[in-house]
C-alpha cells in the first residue's frame, strides 16, 4: 500500500470533514436563526423551513438526491463517494449537531454581523469541501446538468440565476432587509470560496519587450533567480523580430522586477496581469 496516497486521501476527507463543520456552524449560528438566505439549495431549504416547517437540512438533501442521482455517471467513482458523503454529512450536521445558534437580531448591526460571520464561516467550509476534491451538489451540480445538455447556457449563468433567485424569494418570504443581507452574505461566501480554493498562491505574469531582452532576462536569472522565457515575436508595424519575455513572480517580487526592466531598457515595453494559481518549480508542487 502506497501511504503517500493513503496519506492524500486521508488530507482530503479531513477538509471534507472540517467543511462540514463550518458549514453547520455558519447555517445554525448566523444564518438561519436570523433569517439569511444567501442562495443554493441550502438557501431553498431555509424558505421551505420558514413556510412549512421542514427541517433544513433533510430539505436539503431531498434536493439533492435527483441531482446526484442524473449526474452519477459523470461524477466518477471516487469524487462521487465523497461528494454523497458531503451531502449526506451536510445535511445531518445542520439538523443535528446542538451548536449555539445567535439570538434573534432586532438590530440592522447585529444582522450585518450574522451576514458577514455566516458568508464567511460558510464559504470557508464549502472552500475546504471543494479542496477536499468533493462537492455538496446543489447548484453547481444544477448548472453542470443544464450546460451539459443546453451548452449556450453558461455555468455561472445558472448559478447566478438559481441564487438571485433564492435571495429575491427571501424578501417575499422574510422581508426586503433579509433579502438585502443575504446578498452581502452570497458575496462574501463566494469570494471566501475563491480565496480557499486558490489559496494565497496568487501570483503576477509580466510580458516584457525589449531591445536588451538578453540583459534583462540574466539579470532576473541572476538577481531575482526566477525562471525566465523567451517567445518569438514580431512587430507588425515595424516588421522586426523581437523576443517576448515571460517572466511569473510573487507580488512582492515585482518593484524589484520593474527596476530590472527600468536600469536595463526605459522604453521597454511592459504587460502586468494577475495570476490566480501558478504550480510548478518555484511555486506550489503540481501535486
Known amino acids: 500500500m502506497d501511504m503517500k496516497k493513503v496519506r492524500a486521501e486521508l488530507l482530503l476527507w479531513l477538509q471534507i470533514l472540517a467543511g462540514l463543520l463550518l458549514c453547520a456552524m455558519a447555517y445554525n449560528m448566523f444564518l438561519i436563526p436570523n433569517n439569511v438566505a444567501p442562495g443554493g439549495f441550502t438557501g431553498i431549504a431555509q424558505l421551505i423551513n420558514h413556510a412549512l416547517g421542514f427541517p433544513v437540512?433533510?430539505?436539503?438533501?431531498?434536493?439533492?438526491?435527483?441531482?446526484f442521482l442524473l449526474s452519477a455517471k459523470s461524477l466518477g467513482l471516487k469524487f462521487g463517494v465523497r461528494?454523497?458523503?458531503?451531502?449526506?454529512?451536510?445535511?445531518?450536521?445542520?439538523?443535528?449537531?446542538?451548536?449555539?445558534?445567535?439570538?434573534?437580531?432586532?438590530?440592522?448591526?447585529?444582522?450585518?454581523?450574522a451576514a458577514v460571520f455566516g458568508g464567511v464561516l460558510g464559504g470557508a467550509g464549502f472552500g475546504l469541501i471543494i479542496r477536499g476534491n468533493a462537492?455538496?451538489?446543489?447548484?453547481?451540480?444544477?448548472?453542470k446538468l443544464i450546460s451539459s445538455h443546453f451548452h449556450s447556457v453558461s455555468l455561472g449563468a445558472v448559478m447566478f440565476a438559481v441564487d438571485g433567485l433564492v435571495i429575491i424569494a427571501s424578501a417575499f418570504v422574510f422581508d426586503m432587509v433579509s433579502a438585502m443581507?443575504?446578498?452581502?452574505?452570497?458575496?462574501?461566501?463566494?469570494?471566501?470560496?475563491?480565496?480557499?480554493v486558490d489559496g494565497l498562491n496568487s501570483a503576477r505574469a509580466y510580458f516584457i519587450i525589449s531591445d536588451e531582452s538578453d540583459k534583462i532576462a540574466r539579470r532576473v536569472m541572476d538577481e531575482m533567480e526566477r525562471g525566465i522565457t523567451g517567445l518569438n515575436g514580431q512587430g507588425i508595424y515595424s516588421g522586426v523580430d523581437k523576443k517576448v519575455l515571460l517572466c511569473v513572480i510573487s507580488r512582492t517580487e515585482s518593484p524589484q522586477l520593474r527596476a530590472i526592466v527600468s536600469d536595463c531598457d526605459p522604453r521597454a515595453f511592459v504587460i502586468a496581469t494577475d495570476v490566480h494559481e501558478v504550480l510548478g518549480e518555484g511555486f506550489r508542487p503540481m501535486n
Do not use: H, Q, W, Y
Open 135 to 143: 462537492t455538496t451538489g446543489g447548484t453547481d451540480m444544477l448548472a
Open 57 to 67: 437540512g433533510m430539505t436539503t438533501l431531498a434536493l439533492n438526491v435527483p441531482l
Open 181 to 196: 443581507f443575504a446578498l452581502i452574505s452570497t458575496f462574501l461566501m463566494s469570494k471566501m470560496i475563491d480565496f480557499l
Open 83 to 113: 461528494s454523497l458523503f458531503a451531502s449526506v454529512g451536510l445535511s445531518l450536521f445542520i439538523d443535528v449537531l446542538p451548536l449555539p445558534s445567535v439570538i434573534p437580531i432586532d438590530t440592522t448591526e447585529r444582522l450585518l454581523l
